[in-house]
């Protein structure tokens, strides 16, 4: 994403102008743009017109659109971004009110204004940062694969993409048999090799996981590197080194988790932002487990340990999905930012915001969206704080 222009005021109102450059860039986007934000882009608008004899004729023209967000339509696998809402500046071809559909797309500015106090929070700078960074963390690819099966996913800066889904029937090994297993397996080897090589580019050095139960991923390793001596292949031949084979429980795409934890794949990956993420989350179950005191999660828990300063300086870590910065309620987002400003800006803790679409994100949400590394342990955090009514009694038994 490239920043073309922005103005904010102190108010926290303003707008900023971007160009999305590749489809990484429309989940950016995605989280960017909130209902009843204005967003201005190109647009093409079905106009129909009436001659001087009545008759109507419909016509398509590119114009450029300003409209009120009322929701929004992502598609995580084309990364392809629709945004609908109501007219809010006349143009030659649209009157304020009509409703039109803008489609986001690469190589095309587009302009998002927001207004209000705070519009333009802390979280959603961030986000313009983070999606305009020029060193985002490199992709990695994963082929999690079983006899049969392999799901071949792009794990990006941002979130997980399934690419294509590989399916081929594979014989049994079954008492003098064994050559019809053996040439089903051979088939679903260049079948998924054929899908991998249509999504990657094999001039970028990025890696690729092999992971598998038992012996298939491996065995898939040693038939890229035959298949590719023996087609001359060095562009392939030269990936040879980004290829790192792991074990995993089943060749679905949930096992990537288990896959990330792994020390060949953190090695590798040490450096990309999926990986600090899954380490994160690591950290924190190993910690939860302990029940020592300096691991909650939950909305209320967290909140009362950003509130007794247990999330500050020396370890503390505010670990946040990013699912709860795209609520429809301004004053949920709200909380949410004023968490997350009081352990960064005020507690000066550490706060890591997981997208909903890695797995790392994905287990944050099933503890509520929310957790927390402590500097020093906090209990009972999860109790509700009872109200103890008392009373006095005179001694004649009527109460004061």
Known sequence: MRLIKQNFERDGSGFVTLFPEEPEDMWYAYNLIRPRDLLRASALRRVTTESATGSTSSTRVHTTLTIRVASLDFDPQSSQLHVSGRI????????????????????????????????????ARGIIKEACDPVKSADVWAVVMQEGLANIAVLTGARTVLRQRVEVPVPRKRGGRASDHDKGMEKFFQTTLDTLLRQIDLNESKPILLASPGFT???????????????????????????????????????LNEILQTPEVLAKLKNTQYAREAKLMDDFMTLLRKDDGRAWYGPSEVEKAVEKGGVGRGGGVLLI??????????GIRKRWV????????????????????????????????????????????????EIVETSHETPNGLEV
């Not at 087609?231 to 060749?251: F, P, T």
């Not at 709860?324 to 301004?330: H, K």
């Open 338 to 385: 004023r968490l997350v400003d009081k352990v960064r800006d005020l507690e000066g803790g550490e706060v890591r915001t997981l997208s909903s679409e890695h797995e790392s994100g994905k287990r944050l949400d099933g503890l509520g969206g929310v957790a927390a590394i402590l500097t020093f342990p906090l209990d009972d955090l999860d109790e509700e704080e």
């Open 321 to 330: 999905s990013n699912a709860l910065f795209r609520a429809q309620d301004v």
């Open 88 to 123: 809010a500046e006349e143009t030659k071809f649209a009157k304020v009110g009509q409703f039109h559909t803008l489609d986001l797309e690469l190589q095309r500015n587009f302009t998002l204004e927001k207004d209000g106090e705070e519009a333009w929070d802390s979280v």
């Open 217 to 255: 991923a491996s065995s898939f390793q040693r038939f890229i590197i035959d298949t590719a001596t023996s087609a001359g292949n060095k562009a392939l031949l030269a990936q040879k080194a980004n290829l790192v084979v792991v074990h995993s429980s089943s060749g679905h795409l949930h096992s």
